[in-house]
C-alpha cells in the first residue's frame, strides 16, 4: 500500500492545482473552525441574544461538546478535497496517463488501490488537523480541561473520517464513471444540493408517497454520510437532537462505500479501454 500510495503521490506533489487547493482547503478548515469565538463576540457587539442568553457563552468549545461542533462544520467543507479527487481521476482519462500506468505494468487492482491511499491520508491529515484544532481551541476556551473532559466525545472524530473518507469515495466513483472534469463537478453539486435533497424530501413528506419509501431515505449517499456527524446547533434554539454517532448510521455509511468501490472495480474491469 505504501508502494501505491508513493506511486499516486509523485503524479502529485508537484501538480499546482493539487498544491493549491490542498493548502486552501487547509487554510479555510483551520479559519472557519477556530473562529467561532470570534464569530460570537462580533454578534454580540452587535446586540444579537439567543432567547435573552450571551450567544459568547454557548458551549461551542467547550470539552467534550466541542468535538461535534468543529467536525460538523469542517464537514461541510470537504468538497474541496473532492476537487482534487476529481481533477486526479479525471485528468487521467484526458491525458492517458492511466493507460500508460497499466502498459507499464500497474493492474487495474492496484490502480484503484492507489487513488484509494491517497483518500485514506488526505482524510487521515484531514482529520489530525482538526484534533488539534479542536485540542487547541478547547484547551484556550473550555473551562473543563481533564482527561475524561477532552476525550469524552472524541468518537465524533472517527465518524468525521469516515464522513470525509466516504464522500472521497463516492467522488471517486462519479469521476470514473463520468470521466469529464467539468460534467463531474456540475453533478456532483447539483447532486448534492439539489437533487438527493429535493428526492428525499418528497420521499419522506409527499402525501401521496407510500410511507415505505420514507425508510429508504438513510440509504440515498448523501443522506447516509450526512447522517455519520447529527447537527448539534438545534439544541441552542431548544430543539431535540441526536447528541452521539450511532451505529446504525455506521453500518450504512460504510456498506455504501464497500459498494461505491466494488463498482469502481466492476467498471474498470468491464471497460476495456482505459
Do not use: C
Amino acid at each position: 500500500m505504501i508502494r501505491l500510495f508513493n506511486i499516486e503521490w509523485i503524479k502529485l506533489r508537484k501538480y499546482k492545482a493539487f498544491q493549491i487547493l490542498t493548502a486552501l482547503y487547509f487554510l479555510i478548515v483551520v479559519v472557519v473552525t477556530s473562529s467561532g469565538m470570534f464569530f460570537l463576540e462580533y454578534l454580540k457587539s452587535k446586540g444579537a441574544e439567543f432567547h435573552g442568553i450571551d450567544p459568547t457563552i454557548l458551549p461551542i468549545y467547550q470539552f467534550p461538546y466541542l468535538w461535534q461542533h468543529i467536525v460538523f462544520v469542517a464537514a461541510r467543507l470537504k468538497i474541496l478535497l473532492a476537487f482534487l479527487i476529481i481533477m486526479s481521476i479525471t485528468n487521467e482519462f484526458t491525458y492517458k496517463t492511466m493507460r500508460q500506468n497499466i502498459i507499464d505494468g500497474l493492474s487495474r487492482t492496484e490502480y484503484v488501490f492507489s487513488k484509494l491511499s491517497m483518500i485514506f491520508v488526505l482524510s487521515l491529515v484531514n482529520t489530525l488537523l482538526v484534533f488539534i484544532i479542536g485540542l487547541v481551541t478547547g484547551l484556550i476556551y473550555s473551562d473543563n480541561t481533564s482527561i475524561e473532559a477532552i476525550f469524552g466525545n472524541i468518537q465524533y472524530l472517527g465518524a468525521f473520517f469516515m464522513n470525509v473518507f466516504a464522500f472521497l469515495v463516492f467522488t471517486m466513483f462519479l469521476s470514473i464513471l463520468i470521466r469529464r472534469t467539468g460534467v463531474v463537478i456540475i453533478f456532483l453539486g447539483m447532486y448534492s444540493v439539489i437533487i438527493e435533497p429535493i428526492l428525499t424530501l418528497i420521499l419522506s413528506n409527499a402525501p401521496f408517497v407510500p410511507p415505505f419509501y420514507a425508510k429508504l431515505v438513510p440509504f440515498f449517499p448523501r443522506e447516509a454520510i450526512t447522517n455519520l456527524i447529527p447537527n448539534p446547533f438545534p439544541q441552542y434554539i431548544l430543539q431535540q437532537m441526536q447528541d452521539h454517532v450511532a451505529f446504525s448510521d455506521v453500518t450504512i455509511a460504510g456498506g455504501e462505500m464497500l459498494i461505491f468501490i466494488g463498482l469502481i472495480f466492476l467498471m474498470l474491469k468491464r471497460r476495456q479501454t482505459v
